[in-house]
């Protein structure tokens, strides 16, 4: 089944405490990115990359490191975790770069809280 | 700049009501795409349609319909005769031709809840 699959689905830690989502998509998509979804704020794009060892800000970085060593996985890093990343975060990929017209596909999203 | 607004925050219906959606968004760009993606309880984010610039025709999928008109930049989503299971939150996003899928702007979203 062709899908997005993000690890883990819940995560509770505490301030400063370094912390890694896995992202990682079994359809050869050469776009991945990461998104924050925050009430009354929507989707708001964190990072994202274009190919393997490609990535590149979005709108909200600050805080947070990536990595695309592999095209299937891309990995969201939050090196001293604080309470205002407390988030729902989404990863998505589609086919390929620059297809305007490509819907991005989602994972079911990791629900962090940072306390 | 591309701008996606989603001015109903929230909507709240009885089941076999007909609600509509509003969608308005800028762009420069003369090529773009625009999505609508449905948001339930449970937490995914499920891809419902994707509309070019170049045509404006509008779409009915069952129950749901897409209403695109370029004259007010509006992409308004109607879903006739609600159902309970229609409840979810639903996000306008728009991708311009300079920036692909990968630059995909989303409204804040419309929260709908339907009522038995």
């Known amino acids: 089944e062709a899908q997005v699959t993000q690890n883990p689905r819940y995560l509770i830690t505490v301030t400063g405490k370094k912390l890694t989502v896995t992202c990682s998509q079994n359809?050869?998509?050469?776009?991945m990115s990461w998104y924050r979804q925050d009430p009354g704020l929507g989707l708001r794009q964190i990072y994202y990359s274009m190919n393997v060892e490609v990535t590149d800000k979005g709108d909200v970085p600050e805080g947070y490191k990536v990595s695309r060593k592999e095209k299937r996985n891309f990995p969201l890093i939050l090196e001293s975790p604080s309470p205002n990343q407390t988030s729902l975060y989404f990863c998505a990929s589609s086919p390929a770069v620059g297809q305007v017209y490509s819907p991005l596909h989602f994972g079911n999203g990791t629900r962090l809280t940072v306390t | 700049a591309q701008k996606v607004t989603q001015a109903q925050t929230e909507i709240s219906v009885v089941e076999k009501e007909d609600v509509t959606l509003d969608c308005v968004y800028e762009t420069r760009d003369t090529t773009y795409y625009l999505f609508w993606y449905k948001q339930p309880p449970s937490g995914e984010l499920v891809f419902l349609i994707r509309?070019?610039?170049?045509?404006?025709q509008n779409e009915i999928s069952g129950r749901y319909s897409w209403n695109f008109q370029k004259s007010t930049s509006s992409f308004n989503f109607t879903i006739t005769a609600s159902q309970v299971v229609d409840s979810a939150v639903y996000f306008c996003?728009?991708?311009?031709?300079?920036?692909?899928?990968?630059?995909?702007?989303f409204g804040k979203g419309t929260k709908l809840t339907v009522n038995p």
């Open positions: 509309r070019n610039s170049f045509d404006e």
């Open positions: 359809m050869n998509h050469e776009y």
């Open positions: 996003a728009l991708s311009e031709a300079q920036g692909g899928s990968e630059k995909l702007v």
